[in-house]
């Protein structure tokens, strides 16, 4: 690592892909699966307790979400591999695009099913339902091209923050009210939330510029930069230590430590094709994974270890869609065809 001026610079010794027969060697059928009655499109962990032990899923494609429950052998003994349990299937006018659960999602009490998705339409639809017969459904217009990512406020859930193509980053309210715009300088591509700060939000943009807002005053009070060109598809902000920002660009995936400089800290290719999506491990902070672009017939997801300059293991799913990490587990869900894919690292 060559230090200038106290700022950290990229090392210019270029790192290599996995060779094919390293592949081969890191690559592992999943850990796990379910199967669908259709395509997966996206797939999201509940990344708040559920109040029981078993963890809360929602899968969607076209015109459908699926919410149940997740337990693991590695939580439960008596689980043989997964028991997932489907609670409910919702009717979604379009294919679901993006979905974000709410930190109000609780199955113990008094049950309540709450998320968010975006579709096509550039529309957002709140969910609430009580697993019963109270089901309501809130459409929340603004955006006026395609969304790209969405996050609901994780102290109480009582704002969602979502992004997209048209250059804004826009917060609503649950009754649906547009409550404030951010406006961005290239389509806006991941939103995240400070797990404590409810008054600071990430913003990641294709062009490859990430930055920190401070919601009270609407400015931005922190920037990062990827340092060269080729779109910023996808970032997340470590929400276990959040020095720490991921990000996939061009066929790269990055780190920062924004303690240190605003230029990522290390930064290797991943996928040849281009990088699709960039998830942190909620589990443990030194694990992330990032899926390349949805193939004709497959898609990879690459689990890597900071600190181990290769990926740890090799997934791959047909058409696999979306990507998500389980609360307490180092296990990570990619959607495919007709099947949800789990796998599970060791430690």
Known sequence: MLSIGGEDMIS??????????????????????????????????????????????????????????????????????????????????????????????????????????????????????????????????????????????PTEGKQIASVSDDHTCRLWD???????????????????????????????????TIRFYDLVTQQAILSLDCGHSGPLMSADWCLTNTIKVGAVVGNDWLIWDITRSSYPQEKRPAHKDKARLFRWSIANENLFATTGCPGKISSQVFIHHLGHPQPIMIGSSS?????????????????????????MTEM
């Not at 299937?89 to 709410?102: K, P």
């Not at 404030?180 to 943009?205: I, N, T, Y």
């Open 319 to 343: 058409v696999g869609s979306g990507l998500s990490w389980h609360r307490m587990l180092p296990l990570c869900v990619v959607g495919g065809d007709r099947k949800l894919c789990f796998w």
């Open 174 to 208: 649950l009754d649906g009210n547009e409550t404030a715009v951010l406006r961005l300088r290239s389509p806006g591509m991941s939103v995240c939330w400070h797990p404590q700060d409810v008054f600071k939000l990430m913003v990641a943009e294709k062009k490859g």
């Open 12 to 153: 210019d010794l270029k790192p290599t892909l996995p060779d094919r027969d390293m592949q081969e060697d890191l690559t592992r059928s999943p850990s796990y699966t379910v199967t669908c009655e259709d395509y997966v499109h996206v797939v999201e962990f509940s990344p708040f307790s559920s109040g029981s032990p078993a963890s809360l899923l929602a899968y969607g494609g076209n015109q459908y979400v699926v919410v149940g429950t997740c337990l693991f052998q590695e939580e439960d003994m008596e689980v043989d591999g997964v028991q997932f349990n489907a609670l409910r299937a919702f009717h979604h006018d379009l294919r679901v695009d993006a979905l974000a659960w709410s930190p109000e999602s609780r199955l113990d009490r008094i049950p309540t099913i709450r998320f968010c998705t975006a579709a096509a339409d550039r529309k957002l639809r709140l969910l609430t339902s009580d697993l019963q017969d109270q089901n309501e459904v809130k459409v929340m217009e603004g955006h006026g091209s395609y969304i790209n990512h969405l996050v609901f406020e």
